[in-house]
């Protein structure tokens, strides 16, 4: 199954009995698009339902009891056809994708530019309904070897056995610019590499292939090695793994604490 699937191929299917849409957009929306969605989309809160909101840390995986209970709320079976999209083009909607792989349901989908994509596709948005639905039959398995620890990437910096790939901005990873978390230094993880989120999508769309494989070898990806995404909480990291798996690599691992928890755990603070 392709990762990405287009505005017309999405419309294709919205009739289709198994298909789950999720819209992922979150907060305060930094466009129009705040109060409309596409037809049956359910609304998600991956801050609230999909994290582990007693971490010290934002935005961590929350355990599988909690994710597959969500679900089942949700109305999740476990044959869906998932597809999930957020009002920013390509933001929120790559995390919900991890998740999902994470927890071992493989039938998942980006829809490739988000709402406003589909917009401009010329198909049309609503509102939002509360529906009740029928509850799932979605089971969680969490694949343990897809969230990396601390100690992990502590033991890495001196016996390097992965790559860590950080989807920050070059200013907060270089220490030129600061963290949007004001109490912590920006800086970078000891032998990590920088690909800006940003740097892999165009107009909220990935890019195609062979720019994205000139992105990643600019970069020095070293393919010898796996990889592992960090960002500042772990939710742009995977945007780029997914633009990695889009390239071919196969990782799915995220440091799930991201520079926060480095940050925090190294005593870097303002």
């Known amino acids: 199954m392709n990762i990405l699937i287009s505005p017309k191929e999405l419309k294709s ?14 907060g305060q929306s930094i466009n129009k698009l705040a109060s409309k969605t596409i037809v049956r989309a359910r609304k998600i809160n991956i801050k609230n339902q999909f994290s582990n909101t007693k971490s010290s840390f934002p935005n961590t995986l929350c355990s ?6 969500v679900c089942q709320k949700l109305g999740i079976n476990h044959d869906s056809n998932i597809v999930v999209f957020d ?5 929120w909607s790559p995390r919900i994708w991890w998740m999902f792989r994470t927890m071992e349901h493989d039938d998942i ?5 988000g709402l406003p994509a589909w917009i401009d596709t010329g198909f049309s948005i609503e509102p939002p309904k509360e529906i009740p639905y029928p509850l799932g039959s979605f089971k969680a398995f969490q694949k343990d070897e897809n969230v990396v620890q601390f100690q992990e990437v502590l033991d890495n910096t001196t016996d390097p056995k992965f790559q860590i790939v950080d989807a920050r901005s070059t200013g907060r990873f270089e220490r030129i ?12 993880i000891p032998n990590s590499i920088n690909i800006h ?18 992105i990643f070898e600019k970069a020095g990806v070293n393919e010898q090695l796996d ?32 520079w926060t928890e480095w940050a925090e755990r190294q005593g870097l603070f303002i």
């Open 64 to 69: 599988p009891e909690q994710f597959e209970l």
């Open 109 to 113: 989908q980006v829809l490739n530019g």
């Open 197 to 214: 989120y940003e740097s892999v999508l165009e107009n909220g769309k990935f890019k195609d292939k062979g720019t994205l494989r000139s």
């Open 13 to 26: 299917k919205l009739s289709e009995e198994n298909l789950v849409l999720l819209d992922a957009s979150q």
């Open 177 to 188: 610019s600061p963290e949007p978390r004001a109490h912590i230094k920006s800086g970078h």
């Open 87 to 91: 009002n920013r083009g390509t933001h």
């Open 227 to 258: 990889q592992v995404y960090s960002c500042g909480s772990g939710v742009t990291a995977c945007i780029v793994m997914m633009a990695a798996q889009i390239v071919g690599y196969s990782s799915l691992k995220i440091f799930d604490g991201s």
